[in-house]
């Protein structure tokens, strides 16, 4: 099977969405599918993206939009002309050549979001595209995999009549080995995210922050200033390398994930921090049902999912973080969290739309 892999996102190996396409072609490969990878990105992760193996064409995205429209154009006519089987994409902005795209080859849309919802916090311009433009992606578009139970029931994407599969974010296990629990005096808890992503609900650290003056939270990706009058114990460290956060996690009794997912109007989710927390063996506070815990664990604290979910569990959340003090997850309880068994639901999806195509260029 010849898949073409089809990513638009600007960053590249600091961030959980390069590891996670990563993994996926890494394991593709190994399991003997011939994968290339097709890549949109900024500048900065150009070169990141050209070093995976499996790396066809990379472009870089202007921030003119005219330009950027440019080079989204190239990479898709890359892509027909390298004649995939199938092409998998994650969900996004329409355009022409994506359309055409999904049009010529047997296209397998990823839906990592409730996009109507996001829309929301969008830019106008952004909003009304996307909005103008979502329907004809979805309808050309051959299957869905959906990162959540949630999603795939949404009737948003329930009405255009897909086949769909339900495959939970994973990762390389074993590229992110289990740490020892620290012996921290007083509680230490990290958050790790991206800057300006409203969902991830940082006033609700403050409120952990000021609640807990004894503890202290490290928080990787938003910077201060997205945090009016936080709290002093409360610590930004900016954008990191993976190799850079590692001794934060090291360090680290409790893990914080999204807080503030009730803003995407969504309360399920498979965020790929949190599996690389768990792979670490950190235990995990949530604010929202995690896809691959349909009964929850021992070693997660699921809070409500509402403005007023951390101020009403600062009872719980401070008998939790007392009790993963000096513990770790133990690695049999986040196996089912690895790419290989992932992968090995993805693919066989992927291969019911695998036929050559006589259309393209």
């Known amino acids: 099977m010849r898949v073409a892999y089809l990513v638009h996102f600007r960053g590249g190996r600091e961030t959980g969405i390069y590891r996670k396409v990563r993994d996926h072609v890494t394991e593709w490969s190994r399991r003997g599918t011939d994968v290339g990878l097709f890549v949109a990105t900024?500048?900065?992760?150009?070169?990141?993206?050209?070093?995976?193996?499996?790396?066809?064409?990379?472009?870089?995205?202007?921030?003119?939009?005219?330009?950027?429209?440019v080079a989204r154009e190239r990479l898709?006519?890359?892509?027909?002309?390298?004649?995939?089987?199938?092409?998998?994409?994650?969900?996004?902005?329409?355009?022409?050549?994506?359309?055409?795209?999904?049009?010529?080859?047997?296209?397998?849309?990823?839906?990592?979001?409730?996009?109507l919802a996001e829309f929301r916090l969008a830019s106008f311009w952004r909003r009304a595209l996307a909005r103008a433009t979502r329907s004809l992606l979805l309808r050309s578009s051959a299957g869905l995999v959906f990162v959540s139970n949630e999603l795939a029931r949404s009737a948003s994407f329930a009405k255009f009549q897909k086949p769909a599969v339900v495959v939970a974010n994973g990762i390389d296990l074993q590229a992110h080995p289990p740490l020892p629990p620290p012996s921290n005096e007083t509680p230490r808890l990290v958050f790790v995210g991206h800057p300006h992503s409203p969902w991830h609900g940082l006033e609700h650290l403050a409120e952990l922050a000021g609640a807990f003056h004894s503890w202290q939270i490290d928080v990787v990706g938003p910077a201060r200033d997205e945090l009016s009058e936080a709290p002093g114990n409360i610590q930004f460290h900016g954008s990191l390398s993976p190799d850079a956060v590692a001794p934060l996690l090291a360090r680290a009794d409790v893990a914080i994930g999204t807080l503030g997912l009730y803003r995407k109007h969504m309360e399920e989710a498979s965020p790929l921090k949190v599996r690389e927390y768990l792979a670490r063996g950190i235990p995990t506070i949530l604010g929202y049902h995690d896809t691959d815990f349909p009964d929850s664990a021992t070693f997660l604290l699921q809070v409500p999912n509402t403005p007023d979910g951390v101020r009403g569990s600062l009872a719980a959340i401070e008998s939790f973080v007392d009790a993963a003090r000096g513990t770790r997850v133990p690695r049999e309880r986040v196996d089912h969290l690895d790419v290989t068994h992932k992968e090995a639901a993805r693919l066989p999806f992927l291969e019911r739309f695998a036929t050559r195509s006589t259309v393209g260029e």
Not at 60 to 67: F, K, N
Not at 81 to 106: C, E, I, K, N, Q
Request: glycine share 6%; no cysteine.
């Open 76 to 115: 898709t006519l890359a892509v027909r002309r390298w004649r995939p089987d199938v092409v998998y994409a994650r969900h996004g902005l329409a355009y022409p050549g994506f359309l055409l795209t999904a049009r010529s080859f047997p296209t397998v849309l990823e839906i990592n979001g409730d996009d």
């Open 42 to 69: 900024d500048r900065a992760g150009a070169s990141d993206w050209s070093a995976i193996p499996e790396a066809q064409r990379v472009e870089i995205l202007p921030a003119r939009p005219l330009l950027s429209i």
